[in-house]
């Protein structure tokens, strides 16, 4: 079956200009995260959805950057007036279900963001 | 606060020799513990997780860890590496917040392996 797909792989954008991330999480995926991978760091926390709700967007740098999941299951990343430090990869994951035991999150491939 | 460390950037290892990262956690109670792998231009795949029972985990392409309360410590270990683990490993927890996990990620370790 298909997993989570993320577009574009890649995005230079010149500093201020806004651009949107999209994720497709696994169909039937309730839960879907956000999170910011810097050059040599692991991956940081951004936002977390449960359907169209989101529970949690406490790892978000800025009021810059903005999330939403409008019909429970594509999600939009949006960073208005790019800065230098948001160039990063940004990656989607989903998981079946919120639940009490360590579900597993399925990571799409990652967006390249690049801001000159 | 909660947080992971991965003592080890970057480790070379020759192919058939055996593997073994490490991961240290600070966490007030009993984590979740997962190691993901990623390989250039990919996602994070998970190779194990454990959260209850037997401290020792299996995963898949080989690889096990081992859960030490005392050491506060999720190692990652593989017998015998081949040249295709060659990738970066995340350890992380999970602290299950509100009924979900947001996985807080060590930095990484760069795994290189010589033929």
């Known amino acids: 079956g298909a997993g989570v797909s993320q577009s574009p792989r890649y995005k230079v954008a010149k500093r201020g200009q806004d651009v949107a991330l999209r994720c497709d999480p696994i169909?039937?995926?309730?839960?879907l995260f956000w999170y910011q991978q810097a050059l040599g760091q692991g991956p940081e926390f951004l936002t977390y959805f449960q359907n169209e709700a989101q529970l949690d967007k406490s790892g978000l740098p800025s009021d810059r950057f903005f999330a939403e999941r409008p019909e429970g299951s594509v999600s939009t990343l949006k960073i208005q007036r790019t800065q230098q430090e948001d160039s990063a990869v940004y990656l989607c994951a989903s998981s079946f279900n919120r639940g009490r035991e360590a579900e597993t999150q399925y990571f799409g491939p990652g967006t390249r963001l690049l801001v000159l | 606060a909660q947080s992971v460390t991965q003592p080890d950037i970057h480790i070379t290892v020759s192919e058939g020799a055996s593997l073994e990262l490490r991961c240290n956690y600070s966490?007030?109670?009993?984590?979740?513990l997962f190691w993901y792998v990623q390989s250039p231009g990919q996602g994070l795949q998970l190779l194990l997780k454990y959260f209850s029972g037997d401290t020792l985990v299996q995963g898949i392409k080989g690889f096990e860890a081992e859960f030490k309360r005392s050491q506060s410590s999720f190692n990652l270990r593989k017998p015998s590496v081949h040249w295709s683990d060659a990738a970066e490993y995340f350890c992380a927890v999970g602290p299950l917040s509100g009924g979900y996990n947001k996985l807080i990620f060590g930095a990484g370790t760069r795994l290189a392996v010589h033929p």
């Open positions: 169909s039937g995926h309730v839960s």
């Open positions: 966490y007030g109670a009993t984590p979740y």
